[in-house]
């Protein structure tokens, strides 16, 4: 797939992303990629090295992740017209979906990029896939989306298996949007704007191809290991004063857009920023608005995430209990007012 162009690259993340199912015929737009479709159905272009690699997602019985290669989807110049409106963590909470994409004006030319954990826990899950994928989103893969395609091949291939029931949603899903989620890769790049969508985070100073895949959709917490940082083990909080916030220490050079961790709600860093806002535990759904790379281009200015717009909703209801009491009230950390919500 490198050896095609970025138009070739824009027109065929879009065919992948509105037909992802090899079942359709590609638009006009896309005349001469349908063979490339065909060999991307089980890839994903790595924007780092320019090279098609095995998407998340293997499809086995067994479920799981393939082993570690990491994926990154370099969207390029897809909407170069339009906005990119990055969503936090949705769990199966469309009603929220729906009027937070309202209230942004999403338009046609715009791109909403989730930064997964589509589903489980809330409501609506099979209904929150059906409807990024019917508004041609892009999506990273979360844990629960992960665990999410593991239920499903689980009852695929014993349908009289009785599912746990949080996982019982499966059931509905029609195969263009199981498709579409096992498409998602483990990150999106975003160049003209210098971010990197992730679902949970990555360890600070460590290369992006030295990364674990664990911890792109696990990670919360770093403690010092030796000259640098590791990833407190399971995705867990560590110690106070010892453990901090991964996107606390991470210095860049890309602005990493991340979710998974609602027990700190909007977290806004130099180079992080976090769009998890506890929207399944009664707090808000958050979208974070990335200004269109034509506006930009016309005004002579560079993108700068001081400048992002932030858009939210109140959720409707508490659709799942916190596990462990809320702790209320702010704290500033470290030059940036952080909400704690303990789950």
Known sequence: MSSLGSLGQVKLIRYLQLAVTKKLRPPLACKGLEATARKASSLTYCGISGKAVPRNYSGKKNGGLKPPKIETLDVGDVCSDGRIIVIGDVHGCCGELLDLLEKCDRRTQDLV?????????????????????????????????????????????NPSIALAPKYQWVEELCPEDVAWLRACPLSLAIPFHDALVVHAGLVPGLPLKKQSRKNMYKIRDVVPDGSGWAAVKKGGLGPPGRAFPWASRWQGPQHIIFGHDARRLLQRYTYATGLDTACVYGGELTACILPSVNDLRTSGMRSDPAMWQFVAVKACDVYQEPIEPVIHGKRQQEGMQSWLWEL
Not at 122 to 148: F, K, Q
């Open 113 to 157: 990029i989730f930064v997964g954990d589509l589903v489980n826990k809330g409501p609506d899950s099979a209904r929150v896939l059906a409807e990024a994928r019917r508004i041609g989103a892009l999506a990273v893969l979360g844990n629960h989306d992960a665990a999410a395609l593991q239920a499903y091949e689980k009852w695929l291939a």
